[in-house]
């Protein structure tokens, strides 16, 4: 278990290093940008991933979130605090090295939050929002949770769409930089930073982000409390009966998948330097639902394949105008002809079902 | 039951549960002592498998006291009594979908391990002993099943007849003190009745008190050292297997009014 785990994340180690020589030598290095940000939506996605597959509780909403951080690191790095620089709360955060001076292009002086610390913010008002929703939500099942967690992620999307703090529906846009690391070795700072020049260093940051997000929802399958989660899912009163806290276990993945969604989107932001009120919408909750169901529910490794694979190919812009199209039209068809993910299918298998109308 | 010096196992007082106009128990009391195997019988629609749900917490009681082992848990939830020691099967078998029999096993050790969300996101070397733990001990447990062969194999993909047991691995690898039986028997051919009934006598040498709620009378008379009998939600009678067999009211409501005059 342990060493199939670790081979496979050595043989995704393998792939990154494989996708950045393939693209070099091709001379199709502009495909790393896609690959990078299909990375990020690939962190949602395994996110969602364990508590929809694993646990069994859906999540029309989670765009909600992956706009939640996404906006806040945002509007933190971006907003001026200079005309409140009197004030008690920003003198403080200023003392305790969380702002950063500047000047815009007028030279007027500016004021913001560094990345670091809108980042934590982000994330960890994501994760609180997750736990306010997720107690009462998360009582509810099956299609009921799924009408919640939409109506959860429609106000998410309208809040960021009137409010002018976070630009209507212009977005926000020139977010800095994300300084992860200053100049260390003399090899330069590490950055998110959508900029040509720092793109080989993003990707291969974004992958490691993945590799480890992975990494750790591979751990937490196979634990203890991985076992609780794939036991609640198929019968909760078992569960509690063996001494589960399902109550408990759903909020506790349900605020994980938030985090992973939260922190995906500070990252994007940062690296596409804006955001806008599309990411919020209920279509891209949808399409992490779907990216899921495509991956086979049940199977981390088919929801990040289908996850990073499909999303990048909407990227490219290879579904064209009818991206949504694509991806409702993928979602019926697993749903009819590979409820268990397209990696479970076999080609002559799935002839035959099509011959038969779907009926599995 | 009379003059019991020690704590039962078990005592229920006065339990009630009403569903709307529905009276699905009245006013059932009786006790289970420690190391004791008790049965509750009666006719369909009598009320056992809600008398079970109470007493596991499944759905809150109307009225009445349940008290196990001195403390009373009505209104505990679920997972909090299980936790205490107390340990179920299902009518209905409930095995978890996607997991072999050894995972559904290991799953029933929740209680008896502590690892938790965070020890098991970082998998945290404190947590590795006891996953093995947990593991070698399901596997022995299979073994006592006779089921160990199948320890790779998707537990829902059973026969029937294993799936029983795996369900009874699952209860036993919580080490409860306390382990309540819904139909054991039911869908079993004589001879799968017979083992149960044996591994029930088996379970209770180990020191685990068992109830039982069960239709075929062959296994109750066997195995119970009392009966308590319901009918229509109240307690009709509770004895030893020897006097219920003799008590005319059981007779009247099991065999009707003809064959019993």
Known sequence: MHIKKNLSLAALCLVTVGLHLLTTATGTQFYLTQLTMAAYYGLVVIGLGVMMGYAGQISIGHAGFFAIGGYLAAALTTRNLFAFHDSWIVQGLNSLGLLVAGQDIYGAQLLTVTPWAACGFAVTVAALVALVIGVPVLKLKGHYLAMATLGFGTIVYRVFLASPYFGEADGISEVPAFLLLPDLAGFGPVTINGAADHRVLNFYLAWGILILGMALLLNLIGSRMGRALRSLHSSEEAAEASGIETARCKLQVFVLSAVFAALAGVLLTHFNGGIGPSEASVMKSVRYVALVAVGGMTNLWGTLIMGVGLTFLSLRGVFGVHDDVVFGTILIGVMLFAPKGILSLRLRELGRRLLQGGRS | ?261
């Not at chain 2, 009998?229 to 009678?237: D, E, I, M, P, R």
């Open chain 2, 1 to 261: 039951m009379s003059g019991a010096a020690e704590t039962p196992m078990l005592a229920l007082q006065g339990v009630h549960k009403r569903f709307g106009g529905l009276h699905a128990v009245n006013d059932v009391s009786f006790s289970v002592a420690p190391g004791s195997i008790k049965a509750v019988i009666g006719p369909n629609g009598a009320g056992k498998t809600t008398l079970f749900n109470l007493i596991a917490g499944n759905l809150p009681v109307s009225a009445g006291t349940i008290a196990f082992l001195g403390q009373e848990i009505q209104g505990k939830k679920t997972h909090q009594i299980a936790r205490l020691g107390m340990a179920r099967t299902f009518q209905n078998i409930k095995l978890f979908h996607g997991m072999t029999t050894l995972e559904c096993v290991m799953v029933g050790r929740h209680v008896q391990s502590r690892s938790g969300f965070f020890s098991g996101l970082f998998n945290l070397p404190s947590t590795w002993r006891e996953e093995r733990a947990i593991r070698s001990r399901a596997m022995e447990l299979l073994d006592f099943l006779q089921i160990a062969d199948l320890a790779h194999v998707e537990a829902t993909s059973l026969a029937f007849g294993q799936q029983r047991a795996v369900e009874m691995a699952r209860a036993l690898a919580a080490e409860p003190k306390l382990l309540l039986l819904d139909e054991p028997a039911a869908g079993l051919n004589i001879y799968e009745t017979a083992e149960v009934a044996r591994l029930i006598g088996t379970i209770r040498d180990m020191g685990i008190t068992v109830l039982l709620v069960e239709h075929d009378m062959s296994l109750v008379m066997d195995i119970s050292d009392e009966i308590v009998v319901l009918s229509f939600g109240a307690k009709l009678a509770e004895d030893t297997p020897a006097n219920i067999q003799k008590n005319a009211e059981v007779i009247k409501i099991y065999l009707g009014e003809d064959d019993a005059g």
